[in-house]
């Protein structure tokens, strides 16, 4: 090996090994929170098919309230709400998913962030 690519060699090295270092456990089992803008993208992403999940807007299936009509509804709470996410597994059949602790977390909090005092229901 010559000089030149030795010296190659021992550049390259620290970078190789930094690229293989792995993360200790106790950070490789904490998550980043989930963000306000990653549960909008979240409740798009698994309930927007049906469920209009904007602050104003139709769902798209009419039989599936729109997220501000849940939002206000009679009654509603942080717990009633996290319990029926839970607990929703395939019922309706249209939500047969699972959601994790935390998505089940950053959903109920952008449920709630559309109530809204003044809320009229869409006709």
Not at 68 to 79: M, Q, Y
Request: net charge negative; hydrophobic share 40%; glycine share 4%.
């Amino acid at each position: 090996m010559s000089n030149a690519a030795f010296k190659s060699c021992l550049i390259a090295l620290p970078l190789l090994l930094g690229a293989c270092q792995t993360v200790p456990d106790e950070q490789a089992d904490a998550a980043a929170p989930i963000t306000s803008a990653d549960a909008h993208a979240l409740a798009q992403a698994a309930c927007g098919g049906c469920h209009s999940v904007e602050r104003y807007g139709l769902s798209p299936n009419p039989k599936s309230p729109e997220f501000p009509t849940i939002a206000n509804a009679r009654g509603l709470s942080v717990a009633t709400l996290t319990n029926w996410l839970r607990n929703a597994h395939n019922y309706p059949e249209e939500m047969d998913f699972y959601l994790e602790d935390d998505e089940v977390s950053a959903l109920v909090s952008y449920i709630l962030s559309l109530r809204d005092e003044d809320y009229q229901p869409p006709r």
